[in-house]
């Protein structure tokens, strides 16, 4: 059974930083590409950013620039660095996996409250 543990989260006043983690219970190069989503209260979940295996990022019009993804393989985790946060950032975030061969499967983690004060 894969698991996805992030941490991380917490409260931070507009303008600030904060750097999520996602560490995963076996080697990340097991997955095809790992990223990050959130869901805000009343929303529904929404893509924020993913990485591939051979390092290519993608990210959401709407962190771009203000938001880094990157992956240590030696740690099988990966990370999400997110600066200039602004209160529309509030929001669970939550790490994904994908193994894409013959069937896909998606492997999700618990969470992990981010707060942006204004």
């Known amino acids: 059974q894969v698991q996805l543990v992030e941490s991380g989260g917490g409260l931070v006043q507009a303008g600030g930083s904060l750097r999520l983690s996602c560490a995963a219970s076996r080697s990340i190069f097991s997955f095809n590409h790992m990223g990050w989503y959130r869901q805000a209260p009343g929303k529904q979940r929404e893509f924020v950013a993913t990485?591939?295996?051979?390092?290519?990022?993608n990210y959401a019009d709407s962190v771009k620039g203000r938001f880094t993804i990157s992956r240590d393989n030696a740690k099988d985790t990966v990370y999400l660095q997110m600066n200039s946060l602004k209160p529309e950032d509030t929001a669970v975030y939550y790490c994904?996996?994908?193994?894409?061969?013959?069937?896909?499967?998606?492997?999700w983690g618990q969470g992990t409250q981010v707060t942006v004060s204004s």
């Open positions: 994904n996996g994908v193994q894409d061969g013959s069937s896909r499967f998606d492997y």
């Open positions: 990485i591939t295996s051979g390092g290519s990022r």
